[in-house]
């Protein structure tokens, strides 16, 4: 349930764990394209949901501007739920709304669930050998919660 979900992902160790990695790549906007990057790279059926970003081939992917809006745009959605960790309701409430956005697109769980090993490759790219399985674990659970919901 979603109730098991959120309460899995706030435990105090889990929340250590993404806050551990998450100070090492949060000052980056950035990374949020290079995330969109490796979901085109790792789950191409993906491709077939952003037709409005335009040319998301990986040549074009540097001059590519909406894709650069929404790269920024996920990546505050990403600090937003790593912020709501301490509260369970807000949490929720915000995966809650999250949702909204993508199950209007048609994106629910299980295409959802495609970002899991890109976030894992992105997160082990930029924080090294610092960034361990039980790290990428709790950042799983926290996709969990949004899986759950969808
Ligand atoms: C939704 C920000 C001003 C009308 C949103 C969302 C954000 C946002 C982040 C959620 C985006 C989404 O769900 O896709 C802001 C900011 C504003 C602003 C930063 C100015 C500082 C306004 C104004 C209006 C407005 C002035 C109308 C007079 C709406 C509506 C929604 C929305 C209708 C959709 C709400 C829903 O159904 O979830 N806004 N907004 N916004 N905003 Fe704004
Ligand atoms: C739009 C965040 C994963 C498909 C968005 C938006 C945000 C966001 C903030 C803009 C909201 C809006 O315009 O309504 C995230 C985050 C993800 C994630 C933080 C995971 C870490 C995914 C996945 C898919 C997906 C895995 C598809 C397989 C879409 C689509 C849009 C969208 C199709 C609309 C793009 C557009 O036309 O502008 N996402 N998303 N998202 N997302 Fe996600």
Redesign the pocket.
Known sequence: SVAEKIEEATQSDNKSLIRETWEMIAGDRKNGVELMAL?FEMAPE?KK??R??GDISPENIPNNRKLNG?GI??WY??TSFVDQLDNKNDLEDLCRKFAV??VS?G?LNV??G??KEP?AELLRRKCGSRCEDRHINAWWKL?DVICAIL
């Open positions: 979901l993906s949901e952003f409005r970003l929404h745009t996920l959605a990403l956005n993508h697109r994106v295409k959802f495609w970002i976030l996709i």
